[in-house]
């Protein structure tokens, strides 16, 4: 029997690679572009559907009875979902793989999309890899997805005109080949200075590990003519970016049909697959007259990094069901192929600070970005700049028990991006970074190729919670400054775009939208246009950089400003991070708010746009600010809450009792909830026959005695309630009294004074009051000189004949006194509404407490 079932197998086995042959054998013929007769192709069908008719997987039991090897189990179970034939003739074969139905583990149970990205984040601090994420979400600017690899087969480096593509594994050799091959047929542009070859490899022996080389580019060649629409044409680094992906150039939506095989990637999946890393800010200096400063030419750092992965892992985060997948790709071109060969990684860990070792916590001293933020005033001045960029960097030990990984968590989730991200560059350098800011994204649309951008600028800092984030919104909607800041930026952003876009496809989407991040609320335009003919993605790259938002106006003049003010070489600050897509789409996040951790020293670099109307000490301070929830991310293992929230203090002793006084009023309860938030009882009541029935039935029967009377707004007038004889009652009783708008009318009315009538109605308006200078305690006490709060009123109290006993507190612009108190009664009162939207609630809360604390039975002896 057993013997039975084993040759059972070996037919299963057999017809298996019988059919993995007639695979190859069709996409051979598809690859020479063999025709077929009718009923020739129909055989061949019937053959290759009858195969296919076949369990595709055999237990791990079945294979160990064959004595398969577990490279033929791999290469059994991992039967390509589908393929094409790129550009160059290379065939992609891929293996898609939903992770809704991936099983993992002896139990079998589905295995979480989180456990794969987070070990994903966990092996980039072992070896190389990359991490892409976006966690913030804008309908029709931002979306949520997320691209991860690690064990990529390949790396390109690259500084100045130099370069190298080094295989990572015998997988990478395979595609260097293919790329070196294709190289080679450019002389013109790229010079092979070295090759690396295999002489014993899992892949074909003479396989190719590594290409060292460098750019042809003409030294006088700027004195050569070139249109400016052609600057993007001309040799860089990026020349090599265009070249390998030329290499493997698929575009979904353009290909003929007999150029795909099997199940389809959709093409949010094949935007997904290209050259993925980090473009650092010099390679603009080779695309503008910009030379860098001598003193950061001889830096060992590089200007480009990418990998080329052969397995994504990708998550729509938008779809309803978080739908997730892993692809896995093999090429193969001749006798070359990496399908079997092992996907490996190189160890290349982190490593953290040795001590000893060089550091210095910030680049300038204090003051020195100030200093700087002068002389750009005076380029200012005399027209040289319109505006300019400049940063500065902050520096920090990773702390023993960090890792990047640890600070990547950390930024995740407490501030969320559009452009998250987590890298392991290799050489101990790794990025970490939360950028709020797309820099150039290229798709395939309707109309045709499409670019878009979304230029920040214009930044103000966050308030406590959402009513004073409306308040800094109003600010910074309102400055004239900022307004000016993103203007230029804009206006620079489509002059790069006019460069090669058809005309009249330059436009503005959306204009100073707000955008809310962890501590900073920023004004963002968006802005799109379309490809002529001839130009590409990358040329759309190129033209852009780098964002007027990180160097200046004029652009070029910025940079060559910035070259010689910034001490140190900006690096990747300022670049870009994201996918050069083999289809020829682009996605690509500006590289801000990031950490850069090199040999276990984590560096922060932060600037602020600079204009004629900016104030050093503000702008030093922005930069500050913006450094500040990264270095917190560095600093603090764990999220506390916001200091600057406010937080109700314990209740001191018993529970005070506050007798509200309703005259029909719509914010009636709202007050209320105010008062217990201190911890007070409220027993709120109706005035009049309610009113006066809890006084005898409750207070001069009942024993129970209010510690305060709170008077609530209401329309009308006092006396439409018989407001002073209210206030009489509870004066007779001694009990302390505190008015909200009409109840300061009454108070107005009761002790002799007159009401008059606005000019225009004050109903649901914000108006900035400010206080008295007069020394005491007072229920504004701990309050600024000056604050916002809400009107809700037509009635004021007239200081002309103003009572005596009355102190005035606070005033509005138009001479309105906003809050008073009696000179020596527990009586005060507030002409605003300290419980609205427009009144933050920190001063709210805080004229309540105070009212609840300084307004007491004791003040009445001695009082008249």
Same mark, same amino acid.
């Given at each position: 029997?057993?013997?039975?079932?084993?040759?059972?197998?070996?037919?299963?086995?057999?017809?298996?690679?019988?059919?993995?042959?007639?695979?190859?054998?069709?996409?051979?013929?598809?690859?020479?572009?063999?025709?077929?007769?009718?009923?020739?192709? *129909?055989?061949?069908?019937?053959?290759?559907?009858?195969?296919?008719?076949?369990?595709?997987?055999?237990?791990?039991?079945?294979?160990?009875?064959?004595?398969?090897?577990?490279?033929?189990?791999?290469?059994?179970?991992?039967?390509?979902?589908?393929?094409?034939?790129?550009?160059?003739?290379?065939?992609?074969?891929?293996?898609?793989?939903?992770?809704?139905?991936?099983?993992?583990?002896?139990?079998?149970?589905?295995?979480?999309?989180?456990?794969?990205?987070?070990?994903?984040?966990?092996?980039?601090?072992?070896?190389?890899? /990359?991490?892409?994420?976006?966690?913030?979400?804008?309908?029709?600017?931002?979306?949520?997805?997320?691209?991860?690899?690690?064990?990529? =087969?390949?790396?390109?480096?690259?500084?100045?005109?130099?370069?190298?593509?080094?295989?990572?594994?015998?997988?990478?050799?395979?595609?260097?080949?293919? $790329?070196? !091959?294709?190289?080679?047929?450019?002389?013109?542009?790229?010079?092979?200075?070295?090759?690396?070859?295999?002489?014993?490899?899992?892949?074909?022996?003479?396989?190719?590990?590594?290409?060292?080389?460098?750019?042809?580019?003409?030294?006088?060649?700027?004195?050569?003519?070139?249109?400016?629409?052609?600057?993007?044409?001309?040799?860089?680094?990026?020349?090599?970016?265009?070249?390998?992906?030329?290499?493997?150039?698929?575009?979904?939506?353009?290909?003929?049909?007999?150029?795909?095989?099997?199940?389809?990637?959709?093409?949010?999946?094949?935007?997904?697959?290209?050259?993925?890393?980090?473009?650092?800010?010099?390679?603009?200096?080779?695309?503008?007259?910009?030379?860098?400063?001598?003193?950061?030419?001889?830096?060992?750092?590089?200007?480009?990094?990418?990998?080329? #992965?052969?397995?994504?892992?990708?998550?729509?985060?938008?779809?309803?069901?978080?739908?997730?997948?892993?692809?896995?790709?093999?090429?193969?071109?001749?006798?070359?192929?990496?399908?079997?060969?092992?996907?490996?990684?190189?160890?290349?860990?982190?490593?953290?600070?040795?001590?000893?070792?060089?550091?210095?916590?910030?680049?300038?001293? *204090?003051?020195?970005?100030?200093?700087?933020?002068?002389?750009?005033?005076? !380029?200012?001045? /005399?027209?040289?700049?319109?505006?300019?960029?400049?940063? !500065?960097?902050?520096?920090?030990?990773?702390? =023993?028990?960090?890792?990047?990984?640890?600070?990547?968590?950390?930024?995740?989730?407490?501030?969320?991006?559009?452009?998250?991200?987590?890298?392991?560059?290799?050489?101990?350098?790794?990025?970490?970074?939360?950028?709020?800011?797309?820099?150039?994204?290229?798709?395939?649309?309707?109309?045709?190729?499409?670019?878009?951008?979304?230029?920040?600028?214009?930044?103000?800092?966050?308030?406590?919670?959402?009513?004073?984030?409306?308040?800094?919104?109003?600010?910074?909607?309102?400055?004239?400054?900022?307004?000016?800041?993103?203007?230029?930026?804009?206006?620079?952003?489509?002059?790069?775009?006019?460069?090669?876009?058809?005309?009249?496809? /330059?436009?503005?989407?959306?204009?100073?939208?707000?955008?809310?991040?962890?501590?900073?609320?920023?004004?963002?335009?968006?802005?799109?246009?379309?490809?002529?003919?001839?130009?590409?993605?990358?040329?759309?790259?190129?033209?852009?950089?780098?964002?007027?938002?990180?160097?200046?106006?004029?652009?070029?003049?910025?940079?060559?400003?910035?070259?010689?003010?910034?001490?140190?070489?900006?690096?990747?600050?300022?670049?870009?991070?994201?996918?050069?897509?083999?289809?020829?789409?682009?996605?690509?996040?500006?590289?801000?708010?990031?950490?850069?951790?090199?040999?276990?020293?984590?560096?922060?670099?932060?600037?602020?746009?600079?204009?004629?109307?900016?104030?050093?000490?503000?702008?030093?301070?922005?930069?500050?600010? *913006?450094?500040?929830?990264?270095?917190?991310?560095?600093?603090?293992?764990?999220?506390?809450?916001?200091?600057?929230?406010?937080?109700? #203090?314990?209740?001191?002793?018993?529970?005070?009792?506050?007798?509200?006084?309703?005259?029909?009023?719509?914010?009636?309860?709202?007050?209320?909830?105010?008062?217990?938030?201190?911890?007070?009882?409220?027993?709120?009541?109706?005035?009049?026959?309610?009113?006066?029935?809890?006084?005898?039935?409750?207070?001069?029967?009942?024993?129970?005695?209010?510690?305060?009377?709170?008077?609530? #707004?209401?329309?009308?007038?006092?006396?439409?309630?018989?407001?002073?004889?209210?206030?009489?009652?509870?004066?007779?009783?001694?009990?302390?009294?505190?008015?909200?708008?009409?109840?300061?009318?009454?108070?107005?009315?009761?002790?002799?004074?007159?009401?008059?009538?606005?000019?225009?109605?004050?109903?649901? *308006?914000?108006?900035?009051?400010?206080?008295?200078?007069?020394?005491?305690?007072?229920?504004?006490?701990?309050?600024?000189?000056?604050?916002?709060?809400?009107?809700?009123?037509?009635?004021?109290?007239?200081?002309?004949?103003?009572?005596?006993?009355?102190?005035?507190?606070?005033?509005?612009?138009?001479?309105?006194?906003?809050?008073?108190?009696?000179?020596?009664? #527990?009586?005060?009162?507030?002409?605003?509404?300290?419980?609205? $939207?427009?009144?933050?609630?920190?001063?709210?809360?805080? $004229?309540?407490?105070?009212?609840?604390?300084?307004?007491?039975?004791?003040?009445?002896?001695?009082?008249?």
């Amino acid at each position: 029997k057993k013997q039975k079932i084993k040759m059972l197998l070996a037919v299963l086995y057999f017809l298996s690679e019988f059919r993995t042959m007639c695979s190859f054998m069709h996409q051979s013929l598809v690859r020479n572009n063999v025709r077929c007769s009718v009923n020739s192709n *129909k055989k061949f069908s019937a053959i290759i559907a009858l195969i296919g008719s076949l369990p595709r997987s055999c237990s791990s039991s079945s294979y160990a009875l064959l004595g398969l090897s577990k490279m033929h189990q791999d290469s059994y179970q991992s039967e390509p979902s589908g393929s094409y034939t790129t550009k160059s003739g290379i065939i992609v074969n891929y293996q898609i793989e939903s992770l809704a139905s991936q099983k993992s583990g002896s139990n079998g149970g589905a295995c979480s999309v989180q456990s794969e990205i987070d070990r994903i984040v966990d092996l980039i601090d072992e070896q190389k890899g /990359v991490l892409l994420t976006s966690s913030y979400e804008v309908p029709g600017r931002y979306s949520r997805w997320t691209v991860g690899f690690t064990a990529p =087969p390949l790396q390109i480096e690259g500084k100045g005109l130099q370069f190298s593509i080094e295989a990572l594994n015998s997988r990478g050799e395979v595609l260097v080949t293919l $790329i070196h !091959q294709h190289l080679s047929q450019l002389p013109e542009l790229f010079q092979i200075t070295a090759t690396d070859t295999v002489s014993s490899s899992d892949a074909s022996p003479g396989t190719i590990r590594s290409i060292q080389g460098h750019v042809v580019k003409a030294e006088e060649q700027s004195e050569e003519f070139f249109s400016e629409e052609d600057r993007s044409k001309q040799p860089s680094l990026f020349s090599l970016v265009r070249a390998v992906r030329d290499v493997l150039f698929f575009n979904l939506q353009q290909a003929p049909v007999e150029q795909q095989q099997g199940q389809s990637l959709s093409v949010q999946q094949q935007q997904q697959f290209g050259l993925v890393g980090a473009m650092g800010y010099d390679l603009a200096f080779q695309f503008e007259p910009v030379r860098a400063a001598a003193h950061k030419q001889s830096r060992a750092d590089r200007d480009l990094v990418l990998f080329l #992965p052969d397995e994504l892992l990708i998550v729509d985060g938008q779809s309803p069901r978080g739908e997730a997948w892993k692809i896995r790709y093999d090429f193969s071109k001749g006798s070359l192929s990496t399908a079997g060969l092992p996907r490996t990684a190189r160890a290349d860990p982190y490593s953290p600070f040795l001590p000893g070792s060089p550091f210095e916590a910030r680049e300038n001293a *204090k003051g020195d970005y100030a200093a700087s933020v002068v002389r750009a005033k005076e !380029q200012f001045r /005399v027209g040289n700049l319109f505006e300019v960029v400049l940063s !500065q960097i902050f520096r920090e030990k990773m702390p =023993p028990d960090t890792r990047p990984s640890t600070i990547f968590n950390r930024l995740l989730r407490r501030n969320p991006s559009p452009y998250g991200f987590f890298m392991n560059l290799g050489r101990n350098e790794f990025l970490v970074g939360a950028s709020p800011e797309m820099f150039v994204r290229v798709e395939q649309g309707e109309q045709g190729v499409r670019i878009e951008t979304c230029p920040i600028s214009g930044t103000i800092e966050r308030g406590s919670d959402p009513l004073e984030d409306a308040l800094q919104i109003r600010k910074l909607l309102s400055s004239a400054k900022e307004e000016s800041e993103l203007t230029m930026c804009t206006d620079v952003d489509r002059n790069d775009k006019s460069r090669i876009c058809r005309p009249g496809s /330059v436009k503005v989407l959306g204009r100073r939208q707000i955008e809310l991040y962890s501590r900073l609320i920023h004004t963002v335009d968006h802005v799109e246009g379309y490809l002529r003919d001839g130009f590409d993605a990358l040329d759309a790259f190129l033209c852009h950089t780098w964002a007027v938002t990180v160097t200046g106006a004029p652009k070029t003049w910025a940079m060559r400003f910035i070259e010689a003010s910034e001490p140190s070489a900006r690096l990747w600050y300022g670049g870009a991070v994201g996918i050069v897509g083999f289809d020829g789409s682009l996605n690509t996040g500006l590289t801000l708010r990031t950490v850069r951790i090199k040999e276990g020293v984590a560096e922060v670099r932060a600037g602020a746009t600079l204009l004629h109307e900016s104030d050093p000490q503000a702008e030093e301070a922005e930069t500050e600010l *913006k450094a500040s929830a990264l270095l917190d991310a560095i600093r603090r293992p764990d999220p506390s809450p916001d200091p600057d929230t406010p937080q109700t #203090p314990p209740a001191e002793g018993p529970a005070k009792l506050v007798l509200l006084v309703d005259h029909e009023d719509s914010f009636v309860h709202t007050l209320a909830n105010y008062i217990r938030q201190t911890g007070a009882q409220v027993l709120t009541c109706r005035s009049g026959a309610a009113f006066n029935e809890f006084l005898r039935s409750q207070v001069d029967l009942g024993g129970v005695r209010p510690d305060l009377v709170v008077l609530s #707004p209401g329309p009308g007038r006092p006396c439409d309630f018989q407001l002073s004889e209210t206030i009489a009652a509870v004066m007779q009783r001694r009990i302390p009294i505190f008015g909200v708008c009409l109840g300061l009318q009454g108070l107005v009315e009761h002790f002799g004074g007159r009401l008059q009538v606005l000019g225009s109605p004050m109903h649901g *308006k914000p108006s900035l009051i400010r206080r008295c200078q007069e020394e005491g305690d007072s229920i504004l006490g701990d309050l600024p000189m000056e604050f916002e709060v809400a009107r809700y009123h037509s009635l004021y109290g007239d200081e002309e004949g103003f009572p005596a006993q009355l102190q005035v507190l606070a005033r509005s612009p138009d001479g309105v006194a906003m809050a008073l108190q009696h000179r020596s009664l #527990p009586i005060a009162a507030v002409q605003f509404h300290p419980e609205s $939207i427009l009144t933050l609630p920190r001063h709210g809360m805080q $004229i309540i407490r105070n009212a609840l604390s300084m307004l007491t039975t004791d003040k009445y002896d001695g009082g008249q």
